[in-house]
Structure formats: structure tokens, C-alpha cells
């Protein structure tokens, strides 16, 4: 019997690992990119925005450390061996993908695709080449684009989107970012670290819509401690250019506000590409993205799509998950999408990473129970010089049962694989579990007791004598 036969259109994150899922069940896989494998998270997403900030953090606790900081470094030396070093990573991990695909014995075949039926592919692979590649089943991976205003549209040199921040050649003076989604964070962390003066314009009434809310209060307070500027709900008006940079002006709560920028990046979010001919394949598709059931499987029998092109969060775990999920129901077996917890980090400075149930969500389940416990009363966080921030673990009051975990701090998004596993499960079980000193997970457990009122290491109340 000959092997089923799987097209895959799209190499990002999604789209290797359907492929290669594929092949572990015995498919025959084909997997087309126009670009370049790993797509937009490995090349121009979220591999070399943690490889540069990761490079700025260390300068930054070296610049603050009392035995480091008396070694006098001038950042705008850094910014070239940064770069440099964020290629090497992207190469070394592009070059990782490759060999796990051809180990794999899968077809990796570089140009353009579309679809001409809901079973055939044709690849454009030049200016005049042509291949019709038939299909027993198709999976659609072809990610998102920048999203961009209308009003304000980028030249690639003073206004500038997140491609051209990660190929800078110049710690810019001043720069102004539009958007306060994890993208404009991000950003706004890199190069304030490296000595830039950042101000984020946020049309909404906070940065991070939709994070725990403690979690943003705090990470606002200490962004805007180490000389981030935010204003939120906030737009850019008017856009004035001189030979030195740009002259913003800025609509606030408090009046019309007038900025300088050397650069102004746009991180206003991202939008699923639909460049696809989906109507000769008989699928529907909206402004949110291609329209999927629970198999991931589109209007069309057969015909599946995953990642950023469909509706959800637009995260590269949850892509790889989706191509996980496409694919075995393609080779026939049954697997759903149930709006699995997803977990979220964001790597600014300090680190967030959260799961589950936020403090409002958890309220209208019934009557809640919540422990926190802040890293200045960590030895481990002391020990690095990174006590700010804090962990929140909320909990069912009546059964004890863990809704959600939330933190801010050092290894954050570390800290997050461990919360994973605790949201479902009893408080209690968590807490029983002996953690290695001096660690940073000590500060979990903590929190975790000091949702009954049992936390060790936090001073007891002083309470009024009778």
C-alpha cells in the first residue's frame, strides 16, 4: 500500500512539525516554504528578539552588579557583536530544522505555493518553474504578517517594524513604539537596556490587554522606574520629519503631547496571511483567519490549517501543538483542539510568565483563595541582585484546586514549566513537594502555602494587641 501522501505549505514553527509528525506515522511528507525554514519565529520573531535581549540583560546586570560595574562599557560598542551573535543563533538552530527534517526523509521544497483543489498544490519554484503536487491531504501553515495603521505607514529607515529593529545598526537616541502588546515590550526592554530613551504609545487603557492585572501594574511600575516612558490610551496624530529623526505629535488623556523620535516602531500586532487562492480549494476564510473545526480541519475535507492563520493566540508552542494535532487527524486517527491551557511568557525585564485562570476569570468560577510571595525574600533572587517582582497563585477556596499561576520575575518563563503542571491539582500536593535551596522554585511553593496564611518565609501580619 502506498504511503499517504501530505502537502504542507509553510516551514515555520507549525508547518516542520506537521511535517515531521507526519513522517512518524508513516506518511509520505512534502513540505513547501517561499522563505526560509523556521519562518517568522526563527528568523525575524521570537529566536533573535530573546537572543539579542538576552545579550542586553547580561550587560545590564554587569552594569548593576557592585563587583561588575566599575568595568566601563559604552553600549553603542555592543550593538555589532550582538547582531553578529544573533545570526550565528538563528543559523545554528535553521540548520538544526533542516537536518531534523531530512533525517526525517521528508521533501523540502523551496518557492511559492497555492492551491488549485482542495487534493493538488502547484509550487512556483522560479520565474517560469511549475510543479502540480498531488495530495492525499493538505495542511495550510503560511503564518502572519506585520500588521500596519493606515495613517502611518513605515520607510523602512525613520519608521520602522520589527524586522528592520532586529537588523539595526545603531542604538537609536530616542525611540517611540507604537503598540504595548508583548512585541512593543519587548522592544521597549532591548533598548532601554542598551541605553536608548523609550516611549510606548498604547491606545489601550493598559499595556498587555488581557494579562493578570497585578502583573502589569507591576511590570509598568518598574519599566517606567528604569526610564520607559508610557502612555496609554494614546495615539500618534501626526508625523513631522527633519534631517535628525521625527517629530511626533501625540493625542493623551491630559492633552496633546509633542515627541522627538529618532525612530518610530510600529508593533501594533500581527495578522493572519491569507495570500492563498482558498476559494479553488472550497475554503472559507474571515479577517480573523481560516476557519477550522476542532480537528483543525478547514470547509474543506482534507484540507487543515494551523498557527497564526487561523483564530487564537499567535504563539509558536501553540502552532506546533496545532501541527501536532492536524496531522494525526490527516493519518486518521481522532484528535481535538479543546482550548488547552496555553502558556505565556514575555521576556522583558524582569520576566512574565502566566497560566490558567487570571484573579477577574477566577472570581465569576466562585470564592477563590490567593498566595503571593515577592523575590525579595528569595535567597536565590538575592543571590543574583533580581528581587524584583513577585509569584500569585490562585486557587478554589472550597476544593483547592490551583486556577492559576502568574509571575514576575527572575526565570519567569522557567519557573512557568513547573506551573504547567500545578493548574488542576490540589494546593496542597504542590506544597508537600521538597524544593532544592537556595532555588527559585522555593519561591513557588511558598506562594502556593501562602495561600492558606503558612508562607515561612514572609513575616506573620502584625496584628493590634487586644
Known amino acids: ?213 497585578e502583573l502589569v501594574r507591576n511590570l509598568r511600575r518598574f519599566l517606567e522606574r528604569d526610564g520607559v516612558k508610557i502612555l496609554t490610551q494614546s495615539s500618534v496624530e501626526g508625523i513631522q520629519e527633519g534631517e535628525n529623526g521625527l517629530r511626533l505629535t501625540i493625542k493623551t488623556q491630559q492633552g496633546t503631547q509633542e515627541i522627538n523620535a529618532e525612530k518610530l516602531l510600529m508593533a501594533v500586532g500581527r495578522e493572519p496571511s491569507l495570500d492563498l487562492n482558498f476559494s479553488k480549494a472550497g475554503i472559507e476564510t474571515s479577517p480573523k483567519g481560516i476557519k477550522v473545526n476542532r480537528h483543525t480541519e478547514t470547509t474543506s475535507p482534507n484540507v487543515y490549517a494551523i498557527g497564526d492563520a487561523i483564530e487564537g493566540i499567535m504563539l509558536a508552542h501553540v502552532a506546533m501543538e496545532h501541527g501536532m494535532v492536524a496531522t494525526e487527524n490527516a493519518m486518521g486517527l481522532d484528535r481535538e483542539w479543546n482550548s488547552p491551557l496555553i502558556p505565556l511568557c514575555i521576556f522583558s525585564h524582569p520576566e512574565v510568565a502566566s497560566i490558567g485562570l487570571t484573579e477577574k476569570e477566577a472570581k465569576t468560577k466562585g470564592e477563590i483563595k490567593i498566595g503571593r510571595f515577592p523575590f525579595r525574600s528569595n535567597p536565590k533572587a538575592v543571590i543574583s541582585g533580581e528581587t524584583d517582582g513577585l509569584i500569585k497563585v490562585i486557587a478554589n477556596r472550597e476544593n483547592d484546586t490551583v486556577l492559576g499561576v502568574h509571575i514576575i520575575g527572575p526565570d519567569a518563563s522557567v519557573l512557568l514549566s513547573i506551573a504547567s503542571t500545578m493548574v488542576g491539582c490540589k494546593l496542597k500536593e504542590f506544597t508537600r513537594f521538597i524544593q532544592a535551596h537556595p532555588t527559585i522554585p522555593e519561591a513557588l511553593k511558598e506562594a502556593c502555602l501562602d495561600a492558606d496564611g503558612l508562607a515561612i518565609h514572609l513575616p506573620k501580619p502584625l496584628r493590634p494587641k487586644a
Open 1 to 213: 500500500m502506498n504511503p499517504k501522501r501530505l502537502v504542507i505549505i509553510g516551514g515555520g514553527p507549525g508547518g516542520y512539525v506537521a511535517a515531521i509528525r507526519a513522517a512518524q506515522l508513516g506518511a509520505k511528507a512534502t513540505l513547501i516554504e517561499k522563505d526560509k525554514i523556521g519562518g517568522t519565529c526563527l528568523n525575524r520573531g521570537c529566536i533573535p528578539t530573546k537572543a539579542l535581549l538576552h545579550d542586553a540583560r547580561t550587560f545590564h546586570s554587569l552594569r548593576n552588579s557592585p563587583v561588575f560595574k566599575t568595568l566601563s562599557v559604552d553600549p553603542s560598542g555592543l550593538l555589532e557583536p550582538m547582531m553578529d551573535r544573533k545570526k550565528k543563533v538563528i543559523e545554528e538552530l535553521v540548520k538544526g530544522v533542516e537536518i531534523l527534517l531530512e533525517s526525517q526523509r521528508i521533501m523540502v521544497k523551496k518557492g511559492r505555493a497555492d492551491l488549485i483543489s482542495p487534493n493538488q498544490v502547484i509550487l512556483f519554484d522560479g520565474e517560469d518553474g511549475k510543479e502540480i503536487l498531488e495530495a492525499d491531504a493538505i495542511i495550510l501553515a503560511p503564518g502572519s504578517k506585520t500588521k500596519a495603521l493606515q495613517h502611518i505607514v513605515p520607510d523602512h529607515e525613520k519608521i520602522i517594524t520589527s524586522d528592520e529593529a532586529l537588523e539595526i545598526k545603531k542604538i537609536p537616541r530616542e525611540l517611540v513604539i507604537i503598540g504595548g502588546g508583548y512585541i512593543g515590550v519587548e522592544f521597549a526592554t532591548l533598548f532601554n537596556l542598551l541605553g536608548s530613551k523609550v516611549t510606548i504609545v498604547e491606545i489601550l487603557e493598559n499595556i498587555l490587554p488581557g494579562l493578570e492585572g
